[in-house]
């Protein structure tokens, strides 16, 4: 009774502030289409409270592991409230469990000097994706989104493949930062993103992008309702509805239904040629899987940056149109030269120093030269070409 009382209030609280208007409008637009003569359904002015989804989450995801008896009830409400509300990770996330944050809210925490220096580099890391990278690149996706009718299909492609990389920067970006915020306080949170556009399948990207929302959605959601155990048809099912929710999770359009409907065909598509390693393994060349997964996440995204159906449908048909297609639109060299540099310098660093480090101590030197080093080297990069009137963080919306 509590559990079911709990998920009602607190999907009820989700559902009244962020879809109200969303299912009012498709209702007077239903009943428009039928002529259906009423007086219109009002819709509401409604503030949308800081951080509505990911606090939600992590409240739904407490009560379910007290239920599941994975988790001992938390008596102390302080701490229960700062679990829920804990200021690093609560605007966009990631989305904690109780079992790995509960305890560190009782251990006694002391400065920790190699911890906090780690936090800051990790702190400048995410600032960098976030000012350097993705808000260069969203100058150059704005200009070209906002007036997809005037540029060609290899424009608007190319914009599609910066804003792949605006998102991740955007999005990873905040995470670093709740992470090392976090981290120079005492505290571990969990890693939300790895490497993800490195993954040679749809099903190896979602264990690496959001990874707090994707094991969400799969503990929850997807294993509540049956997983792959009932057979093929019933996965296919639970495929879509997990991910039909969980793009209506990210906000009220049906441009994000359909994003998590594509997202769910590849990921049966995958279940059903038995796909889950690589998208199209072949000898000697281990870069074409995550060439193949890159360009179908890019695809859906289209969908979750434009604004309606009629530009993200109005974009691919431009894409697709062979005329005038190769004609690419660069009108500030300076910015396009900005994005180059960016881009190059967080490959490099995530090929260099991350992918060949635990996530945990990519940001733990040698020594404290070296340490004073990353920190000069990036709080100049962060100065001299860091955006300084860049756009809020793309996930505080959700």
Not at 222 to 242: A, D, M, P
Request: hydrophobic share 50%; with cysteine; charged share 15%.
């Amino acid at each position: 009774i509590f559990l079911v009382a709990s998920l009602v209030s607190n999907l009820g609280v989700l559902a009244f502030f962020k879809y109200y208007n969303f299912f009012i409008e498709n209702v007077n637009e239903i009943l428009q289409s039928f002529q259906i003569s009423i007086q219109p359904l009002p819709l509401l002015s409604i503030l949308l409270p800081i951080g509505l989804s990911f606090h939600t989450f992590q409240a739904m995801s407490y009560v379910i592991e007290v239920y599941r008896g994975h988790q001992k009830a938390e008596r102390h409400l302080g701490i229960y409230s700062l679990y829920v509300m804990f200021y690093p990770q609560l605007v966009a996330g990631p989305i904690e469990r109780p079992q790995n944050m509960l305890h560190q809210f009782r251990e006694e925490k002391k400065f920790n000097f190699s911890e906090a220096v780690a936090g800051i580099q990790q702190i400048l890391w995410g600032l960098f994706k976030k000012v350097v990278v993705a808000d260069q690149l969203a100058i150059y996706v704005n200009s070209i989104y906002n007036n997809w009718e005037l540029n060609s299909g290899f424009t608007l492609l190319f914009a599609t493949y910066a804003f792949a990389f605006q998102i991740y920067c955007d999005f990873s970006g905040y995470s670093d930062i709740a992470l090392g915020t976090a981290r120079v306080m005492g505290f571990r949170l969990m890693n939300n993103f790895n490497l993800p556009y490195f993954a040679k399948s749809v099903t190896e990207f979602w264990r690496r992008w959001h990874i707090s929302l994707s094991s969400w959605l799969k503990d929850y959601l997807y294993v509540s309702l049956g997983g792959n155990r009932n057979g093929k048809w019933q996965t296919y099912r639970n495929l879509f509805i997990t991910m039909l929710l969980g793009g209506l999770w990210h906000g009220a359009s049906w441009n994000f239904v359909i994003w998590g409907f594509l997202n769910a065909f590849y990921l049966s598509v995958e279940k059903f040629i038995g796909s889950l390693k690589t998208w199209g393994e072949v000898p000697g060349n281990k870069y074409i899987g995550a060439f193949i997964t890159f360009n179908l996440i890019s695809f859906t995204w289209i969908f979750f940056r434009a604004s309606s159906f009629h530009q993200a449908f109005g974009i691919i048909n431009n894409i697709v149109e062979p005329s005038h297609f190769w004609n690419l639109r660069i009108q500030d060299t300076g910015i396009f030269a900005g994005m180059v540099l960016a881009l190059f310098i967080l490959l490099g660093f995530e090929l260099s120093v991350i992918q060949n480090k635990k996530n945990a101590d990519a940001y733990v030197m040698k020594s404290w030269g070296k340490s004073l080093v990353w920190i000069v080297s990036f709080f100049m990069l962060i100065v001299l070409f860091g955006v300084s009137d860049g756009d809020q963080f793309i996930y505080f919306q959700f």
